[in-house]
């Protein structure tokens, strides 16, 4: 299995300056390249290629001992590796008949990853095995920086990358061959409903709210956000208000992660085979009219911004739940999502009368009254047991 891993970086203040140094090189070299296609492509309908412009490497960092030579040669190749496929994305949408953008270029802000390719090659995990407390990672032109490891790294280390987010660095180390870790069977299963109010909603009747800070931090993101509007282009104001907003989407992002490892681990422990809806699907059938549950105060403002956050939930939900299914050894089912919320899951009955209110399911033909979440999860597992069985037979 390939997983990936992200630490928080604690570089030294002069490591962190070198840091920022070396993305903004790469991001200048990134610039340089795209600028060196564009005008062989207008002046003379030449296309440039990435193994035209990864030959020239070599002079571009004779060139600049001090500037662009202090990096490794490998990840500025991976830079135009990056190039490359911006372009061709760029063509194959062209060919599809689509009109796309052409590749832009990066500013300031716009550019926040440089990989290295390869552990090793201008770069090292665990540069320092020897320390008793702490682990490194070695960086060409940086040094070895400290790294918080909060968890384990298992499998062969592949790939690094180092990522800027607002003021912290992060180290994202690609691994593979991690090995599968199962789980003893439980014989339980379980079909899961995602919504707004409930993140997850179980067959067996749990309900997994969304966390509370998470209502909060959505709450001050959407007033960060209106007090951004209110400041002038190229003020003082307007920059501290810009990276407030960003430190929020950071919270929102970390706060749903870490929320999403524990639910769905919560469900891997529990359930052998886990049913859910496929979200593609269900993202264009689901109604925008849902309830958000005791949503504070200035809920017509806010409501809008506090449902998109809650919604983007369940595709890392999933994502998180995918990783943790396939490493437990559980088996994860996608069901479709059609009327799974106003079937009755005692007798059959299909009508959206039996949709009382958003919380509330009464069949309108046998009587059955269950929490609306509740009963659409058990016609999910329903379904999943019915695509299961299917597939055993065929
Ligand atoms: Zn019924």
């Known amino acids: 299995m390939r997983r990936s891993l ?3 970086l604690r ?3 002069r490591q962190a300056a ?6 903004e090189e790469h991001r200048q070299l990134y610039n340089a390249a795209l600028e060196h296609r564009r005008t062989a492509y207008a002046k003379a309908g030449v296309s440039i290629r990435y193994g035209d412009q990864s030959a020239e490497l070599k002079h571009i960092r004779g060139d600049d001992p001090d500037g662009q030579g202090r990096w490794s040669f490998s990840s500025q190749q991976a830079t135009l590796r990056r190039l490359d496929k ?3 994305a760029f063509f194959d949408r062209v060919k599809a008949g689509r009109t796309p953008g052409f590749p832009r270029f990066k500013g300031r802000g716009r550019f926040d990853t440089v990989e290295w390719p390869k552990d090793g090659d201008g770069c090292r995990w665990d540069s320092q095995p020897g320390h008793p407390t702490a682990t490194f990672v070695r960086l060409q032109g940086v040094g070895h920086v400290r790294v918080h490891r909060h968890r384990p790294v298992k499998g062969r280390v592949k790939t690094i990358s180092v990522k800027r987010e607002g003021s912290r660095w992060y180290v994202i180390l690609s691994c593979d061959e991690v ?3 199962p789980l003893p069977a439980t014989g339980a299963v379980a079909g899961i409903d995602l919504g707004v109010a409930s993140l997850v909603t179980t067959s067996d009747g749990t309900h997994v709210a969304n966390p509370r800070h998470l209502a909060a931090t959505a709450d001050r993101l959407a007033t960060a956000q209106r007090d951004l509007a209110r400041t002038k282009r190229g003020s003082t104001r307007r920059r501290k208000a810009v990276a407030r907003v960003a430190a929020l989407h950071a919270t929102v992002r970390r706060q749903r992660l870490d929320h999403a490892h524990k639910t769905a681990l919560a469900l891997v422990r529990d359930y052998d085979m886990i049913v859910h809806e496929d979200l593609r699907i269900a993202n264009m059938t689901r109604s925008a009219s849902g309830t958000i549950e005791a949503p504070g105060r200035n809920v017509a403002a806010k409501s809008g911004l ?3 956050i809650l919604d983007a939930g369940w595709g890392v939900f999933l994502t998180v739940l995918a990783y943790k299914a396939e490493s437990a050894g559980r088996e994860l089912i996608a ?4 009327n799974t919320s106003r079937t009755c899951a005692e007798c059959g009955h299909v009508a959206k009368e039996n949709r009382v209110t958003q919380a509330a399911f009464a069949c309108t033909a046998c009587g059955h ?3 609306a979440d509740v009963n659409a999860a058990v016609n999910i597992l329903r379904a999943g047991l019915a695509l299961r069985e299917a597939a055993q037979a065929a």
Do not use: D, G, I, Q
């Not at 070198?18 to 993305?23: F, V």
């Not at 069901?335 to 059609?338: T, W």
């Open 6 to 8: 992200k630490f928080l």
């Open 11 to 13: 570089p030294t203040t």
């Open 18 to 23: 070198a840091l920022a140094s070396c993305l």
């Open 86 to 88: 911006a372009f061709r």
């Open 179 to 181: 090995p599968a870790e």
């Open 306 to 308: 506090n449902r998109s």
């Open 335 to 338: 069901v479709e999502p059609r």
């Open 369 to 371: 009254a269950a929490h």
